[in-house]
């Protein structure tokens, strides 16, 4: 079955330091989601790709999905402690309405 | 945007007990979800709950362990049967609107 990779398992930050999550899919996928959790919360959607090759920009949070569909990365730039969660990347494959989450990444970020 | 609700919050409970959860949403929704996510882990789907017919389970995911119940488009259950201490999770539902939006989550202790 379709399966999402996602690395790295953890990442400590300095504050102000830049962090990047990858996401791997074993399939190619109409559309992946990235989401955020924070500690003792529940998943909330940041955004959605659907192009080959897109790029997205949410102030200091860049999304990218592969040429080929089937990765993509969340990089934040200059971290702040705000940032603080685990960031999961979710996969939807062509006819299938179900999302296949990745493991997750927990990052801190040291004041 | 959609509002979810669930009950309980959380709850502890002794092995071989059931727990119901219900999951409401503030307008109608065609299908909902409910997932698992055990501590410090990601997010697995359990089964697809659908208004007027049976819930699609996952691999892994049998009806008789977790009875689901969808009698409209706005509300579903989640019974987790004889539980034991591997069902300790917390149980989110979710919508699907475009993107998924999930529910605060009912954080589960069986001892």
């Known amino acids: 079955g379709q399966q999402v990779m996602q690395i790295p398992q953890y990442q400590h930050v300095q504050e102000g330091e830049d962090f990047t999550t990858y996401c791997n899919s074993s399939t190619t996928l109409s559309n992946i989601q990235w989401y955020k959790q924070r500690p003792g919360g529940h998943p909330v959607f940041l955004i959605q790709?659907?192009?080959?090759?897109e790029v997205k920009k949410q102030k200091r949070l860049t999304f990218q999905f592969g040429e080929a569909k089937k990765n993509s990365s969340l990089h934040i730039t200059a971290t702040q402690t705000t940032d603080v969660g685990t960031y999961f990347c979710a996969g939807e494959a062509g006819g299938s309405e179900k999302l296949v989450f990745g493991k997750g990444t927990k990052l801190t970020v040291n004041p | 945007s959609a509002v979810i609700s669930q009950k309980p919050s959380r709850d502890i409970c002794q092995r071989g007990t059931s727990l119901t959860i219900q999951c409401q949403v503030d307008s109608q929704v065609t299908m909902m979800f409910w997932y698992r996510q055990q501590p410090g882990q990601s997010l697995t789907l359990i089964a697809t709950?659908?208004?007027?017919?049976?819930?699609?389970?996952e691999s892994g995911f049998v009806i008789d362990k977790f009875p689901i119940s969808r009698p409209n488009l706005t509300f579903s259950t989640l019974t987790v049967s004889n539980m034991s201490p591997e069902d300790s999770s917390i149980y989110l539902c979710s919508v699907e609107r475009e993107t998924q939006y999930f529910g605060p989550g009912t954080r589960l202790l069986v001892l």
């Open positions: 709950a659908n208004q007027g017919s049976e819930a699609t389970y």
């Open positions: 790709l659907v192009k080959s090759g």
